[in-house]
């Protein structure tokens, strides 16, 4: 079964003392089998985003042991800060991440929530997809009054906790537990120093508006943005207010639409914005639809690097005004990644040539081949870009960002299987050095080594695909792109050949080792048509290539 993985991001009412705080994730880190990513302490709000994953059962242990030390620590009765909150552990939500439905993490939050409020008695309310009322399931509305007015609000029928005693904790407050889809914290930066003005941009944006007169009635008025919280606050810290957000659906309102929103209505009231601060992690893809979304407005091509895209959406949101933005640190993909599973394209260039030419048998044949067609596809996104920004083609833009976006598809496939054919070497490997001391053993070495030679099978053959699909892009470019860079796309044609052919002599070796003849039969002969159409495409694209050279 596949491994289940659940994010937990607890906030704790402290922001200042970092000594306190690391008592706290200490507890966390002390688990096995939880990563903590992101600790984000804010002074102004006096508080701390912690962001975690793991398994679920890991990860319900390391927030109850930082839920305990939190309490042990923080004195409500004497805690300030801008942020609304009413607990030292004001609310710790779980979030599925992998092969897991939101229904099985609601559970395991009802689960932590019982008990903390059995165990640690503190009074603890569910919310979100952890609560069955549901006119009690917005964080909201269960913390409103804060932490100054829970003392009565506790005694009140309709807010009985879910779990633990019915008596207000002065020194540790009220916990609030749920399951809820990915939700992203942001704040964006005005030049005022106003609460009321902030506050007016927020409710112009937030779904839930603001309430209006109208013929001597109030009637609420929605903000323009869905699935977004709002307020505006003051911060001290940096001499500036802020919109608050949380966003919490990001396919309906991605981060860049609100932040342009907020631009819009900011510039309507004569305030301008200067920058804005992410509050703990935040998905590749929208950070990567950001940077196509400001390249898109620019009319400019979005078919580059995924670094590229990172960097244009940190600049054009300036997510860098209060401190540095570190993508490695603060987005979740990064966090979670495996070295080891990129260690060769992570390489300098000159140290993978010097693995390369060692006595390693790895990396080979067939990352090399892979490598060459990752160029050979680089250099046709190349001459897309170059076209899609040349001098009198402005009209033509999108048709070459298109083409180059398919390409960095192609590319970054090819990139990933240069590690992984190195990878299905090492398997063989592994297999091979299985034990075979018994006839249990042998046969599970036999079926260990039959399994790690079809994927190291698979592995080249998918090399070869990619690279064959990539002279698509490639050829366009010949016929289609900048002139002045034909040549580079007749080299990207060359390298796309070599990948192929070069793949497909690793697809046959490995074949030799592999007991399932019908698998091998079909293998070989729809490789061969792949390199068969492979050089007669390349032979096309130089014949092209030749006719604009002229000479």
């Not at 929103?261 to 935040?282: F, H, N, P, Q, Y």
Request: proline fraction near 4%.
């Amino acid at each position: 079964m596949a491994q289940q993985l659940i994010e937990c991001v607890p906030n704790f009412s402290e922001g200042n003392d970092l000594n306190l705080i690391k008592q706290i994730t200490n507890e966390i880190e002390s688990v096995e089998g939880v990563r903590l990513l992101n600790v984000d302490p804010g002074k102004a709000t006096n508080r701390t985003v912690v962001t975690m994953v793991g398994e679920p059962a890991n990860v319900i242990e390391a927030a109850f042991k930082a839920i305990k030390k939190a309490g042990e620590l923080i004195d409500m009765s004497k805690h300030k800060g801008e942020h609304p909150r009413m607990g030292a552990t004001d609310v710790c939500p779980l979030i599925p991440i992998a092969n897991i439905s939101m229904e099985e993490t609601a559970r395991y939050a009802q689960q932590l929530a019982k008990r903390v409020g059995e165990e640690l008695n503190i009074p603890v309310y569910l919310y979100e997809a952890a609560q069955p009322d549901t006119t009690r399931n917005n964080l909201s509305v269960i913390r409103a009054g804060e932490y100054e007015g829970f003392f009565k609000k506790i005694k009140e029928p309709q807010w009985i906790p879910d779990f633990g005693p019915a008596e207000f904790d002065a020194k540790r407050g009220g916990t609030v537990i749920g399951a809820r889809d990915f939700l992203v914290a942001y704040n964006i930066n005005l030049n005022t120093t106003s609460t009321r003005r902030a506050n007016a941009i927020a409710f112009d944006v937030r779904e839930a508006g603001r309430n209006v007169e109208v013929g001597g009635q109030k009637v609420n008025q929605p903000g323009t943005l869905k699935s977004v919280k709002a307020i505006g606050w003051y911060i001290e810290e940096y001499g500036v207010a802020q919109i608050s957000m949380n966003l919490t659906n990001i396919n309906i309102t991605p981060v860049h639409v609100a932040f342009d929103e907020v631009c819009t209505k900011a510039t309507d009231r004569g305030i301008r914005v200067t920058g804005s601060e992410l509050v703990g992690l935040i998905p590749l893809k929208a950070m990567t639809d950001a940077g196509k979304y400001f390249l898109q407005k620019q009319k400019r091509s979005t078919g580059v690097s995924e670094k590229e895209l990172i960097k244009i959406a940190i600049k054009s949101m300036g997510l860098d005004e209060l401190g540095p933005f570190k993508p490695e640190e603060r987005i979740i993909e990064y966090m979670l990644g495996d070295a080891v599973s990129s260690r060769l394209i992570n390489m300098k260039l000159n140290d993978f040539a010097d693995l390369t030419a060692s006595e390693s048998v790895a990396p080979g044949g067939g990352s090399i081949s892979a490598y060459v067609g990752a160029l050979g596809i680089s250099l046709g996104c190349m001459v897309a870009n170059l076209s899609s920004h040349k001098k009198g083609w402005d009209e033509r833009w999108q048709e070459f960002s298109n083409w180059a976006e398919k390409g960095e598809q192609y590319k970054n496939e090819l990139l990933k299987l240069v590690d992984a054919d190195t990878a299905a070497f090492n398997k063989i490997m592994q297999a091979f050095a299985l034990p075979k001391a018994t006839p249990e053993e042998k046969a599970a070495r036999t079926q260990a080594i039959q399994d790690a030679t079809r994927y190291a099978i698979e592995i080249p053959f998918k090399v070869m695909e990619t690279a064959y699909a990539s002279m698509e892009v490639i050829k366009a470019m010949v016929i289609e792109g900048n002139p002045n860079s034909v040549t580079d796309a007749g080299v990207g044609a060359l390298c796309a050949r070599a990948a192929v052919i070069g793949a497909f002599m690793n697809v046959r070796i490995n074949a030799t080792g592999y007991n399932d003849k019908e698998f091998i039969t079909d293998i070989i002969v729809r490789g061969k048509s792949i390199e068969e159409k492979t050089i007669a495409l390349e032979a096309e694209i130089l014949g092209l290539v030749n006719e604009k050279i002229g000479i």
